[in-house]
């Protein structure tokens, strides 16, 4: 009965609070100033992006010959030649991007479901080993998923059944990066668990549901921003993958959307049309990028891996 | 009773990471004391020799094949880089994050739309695009000086290769740092403060009010207030990012390997860069193995000290 009548009171009081603070408006002069400064900042913020774009639909010349970041004749030529055949092999992108969404979807499925089970164990539950397995789990953390390449290439080259090699595959590519990963995973999930008061568990634990039960009914709906964000970082992790499949695979049929751009930059950016290699980088960038603009307002709550607590 | 409850939610978790992440661990040390190679990984092949400590002498004693691999170099170079990229990451961050927070300034929100948008793109991205962008001839950097500053005073084509630079700027043995390094860091840069800004954003809108006009009536200036105020409530929050920053810069792949190649003479190149070079490009298990073990300790000593530093830190406000 008290809650909507402090609401009604507190608010025009916060309002007055808010007014009250600083020297309220700044002066015309701080405003310009203000506003010169946001706008060098975006410029640089944005002048990359600017010319990638314009790059990718100028397709007059082979390779940017001026700074022009208005194209006279803008087409979308480039990008309907990478689509086609992004590079010399006879790869389509379509193809390389279904083999990229297959890592992708692989590692944020399995680093999400496997992680918030064992998240949620280490969150709330106090069992033999807890510390132990929890010291292992941040022992990985910390190392690059690149320092493990040279067993996981030893082992999952012995993995031989018929004419199909583990190592060789878009499944062994995905289970390197997934032991990268999932430690990645269950110790951000952890930290967003160990948040969520204990309470609302132990209420429905008294109603009668069990752990199981209160786990998916009410912890899961809660951890929606983190499994969000930890599901996002997965997918990047996978559709980005570069070194991993780079070294294991050798087949182009399985060939990554990663290893064709590294065929566009470096000591290939010289047969390389410049307008191919921005549309790429575009076609690549942008459904990740459109996902995590959506999902910005999770980013900081779901991000606890910073957070180091017992 | 509990326990077992416990080990049945571990279960998945703890049997993938025994399989694809412990035991590819300790097989790694067991590889890193052999000298195992290409010739070793045929399924009919001899198993590798055991050399002893020898991969960990080469690698100290830069008896490597790698052209210019020096180890105190590469990983004095890496511990610079990941410093000097997290103090700027951090310090522009929060400054942007406050100019963003003036009371009563215009388009906040659009500025704030569009400085999320290096976060959002992917680091492969931003270090190809980067790199395309200090090319000699065709970058955008060289050909804005060109239609700036060039036109302006009529010079001829401004053609600096950044990232090629032979000549060090700074040279003071193991520090080497070539024009490269700042190139790196200047797209490293753009790349990172975003992120701090946000996380710094969310803190300062935490802070309530009342402590500022309370500042205020006791007389404190916006300096005095910033120290007083702003800087306690953001320490919390910007130290377990600092941190996390730091070993992500500090494994930071995409950058070195995609931009400079690790170039010029090895003087951008970082332990992950190596590491990838010894398994990708000279098949040298044994060897790769004794370096990530290296890569290990270094890294459980720096998790070690920054944890320390972040609790001694943490103690500040309490």
């Known amino acids: ?310 | 009773m509990n326990t077992r409850t416990a080990y049945l939610f571990l279960l998945p978790a703890l049997l993938v990471m025994l399989v694809i992440t412990f035991y590819p661990l300790v097989y790694q040390v067991w590889m890193s004391f052999t000298d195992y190679g290409l010739k070793n990984l045929k399924s009919t092949a001899p198993p590798p020799n055991y050399v002893g400590f020898d991969n960990y002498i080469r690698i100290l004693n830069n008896d490597i094949v790698i052209p210019n691999f020096d180890f105190l170099r590469i990983l004095t170079f890496n511990l610079f880089w990941a410093f000097t990229n997290v103090i700027i990451h951090v310090v522009l961050g929060v400054a942007i994050a406050l100019l963003l927070n003036v009371k009563g300034l215009k388009f906040g929100r659009v500025y704030r739309a569009i400085f999320i948008l290096p976060v959002v793109i992917p680091p492969i991205i931003v270090a190809t695009v980067w790199r395309n962008m200090f090319d000699p001839q065709y970058g955008a950097i060289n050909q804005l000086v060109n239609s700036t500053v060039g036109i302006l005073f009529k010079l001829p084509p401004f053609t600096l290769d950044w990232l090629n630079q032979p000549n060090p700027i700074f040279s003071v043995y193991p520090l080497v740092l070539p024009l490269a390094y700042f190139a790196l860091l200047a797209a490293n840069v753009w790349l990172g403060w975003p992120l701090n800004s946000v996380v710094a954003t969310g803190a300062l809108q935490s802070i309530p009010g009342d402590l500022y006009e309370a500042a205020e009536m006791d007389g404190a200036g916006a300096w005095m207030k910033f120290r007083v105020v702003t800087l306690p409530h953001l320490r919390p929050a910007m130290l377990p990012y600092a941190i996390y920053g730091f070993v992500v810069t500090f494994n930071l792949f995409y950058l070195s390997y995609f931009m400079s190649g690790g170039g010029p003479f090895g003087q951008t190149e970082l332990l992950v860069t190596t590491a990838f070079r010894l398994v990708n490009e000279q098949h040298l298990y044994g060897v790769a193995a004794a370096f990530a073990v290296f890569q290990f300790f270094i890294l459980l000593v720096l998790t070690l000290i920054t944890n320390k530093l972040g609790k001694a830190t943490a103690s500040y406000d309490a």
């Open chain 1, 1 to 310: 009965m008290t809650t909507p009548n402090a609401v009604a009171v507190s608010q025009p009081a916060a309002r007055a609070r808010t007014r009250s603070r600083g020297r309220g408006e700044p002066s015309l002069v701080r405003q310009i100033l203000l506003q010169l400064l946001c706008l060098a900042i975006a410029l640089t913020v944005l002048f990359p992006i600017a010319w990638v774009v314009s790059m990718s639909l100028d397709t007059t010349n082979t390779r940017p010959t001026g700074l022009n970041l208005m194209p006279a004749h803008p087409s979308l030529d480039a990008y309907r030649a990478v689509i086609a055949q992004p590079t010399e092999n006879p790869v389509s992108f379509p193809q390389l991007a279904l083999n990229s969404l297959f890592i992708a979807v692989f590692i944020s499925v399995l680093s999400v479901a496997i992680g918030i089970m064992a998240a949620y164990a280490f969150s709330r539950m106090r069992f033999g080993g807890r510390e132990f397995l929890m010291i292992a789990i941040l022992a990985v953390l910390m190392l690059p998923p690149i320092a493990t390449i040279a067993p996981l290439f030893v082992m999952l080259n012995k993995v031989v059944i018929g004419a199909f090699n583990l190592r060789n595959s878009l499944i062994g590519v995905s289970l390197a990066v997934l032991a990268g990963q999932l430690p990645f995973a269950v110790w951000n999930m952890k930290g967003y668990l160990d948040t969520i008061p204990k309470e609302l568990e132990e209420a429905a634990t008294v109603d009668g549901a069990g752990r199981v039960q209160a786990f998916i009914k009410i912890i899961l709906p809660l951890s929606t921003p983190v499994i969000a964000v930890t599901g996002l970082f997965g997918f990047i992790a996978g559709w980005t993958e570069f070194y991993f499949s780079w070294t294991f695979l050798t087949n182009p049929d399985n060939f990554t959307l990663a290893m064709a751009l590294n065929g566009m930059v470096g000591q290939y950016a010289g047969s390389t049309p410049w307008s191919s290699f921005a549309a790429f980088s575009i076609l690549v960038a942008l459904p990740v990028s459109v996902v995590y603009l959506l999902l910005q307002r999770y980013i900081v709550s779901g991000l606890t891996v910073g957070g180091v607590k017992g």
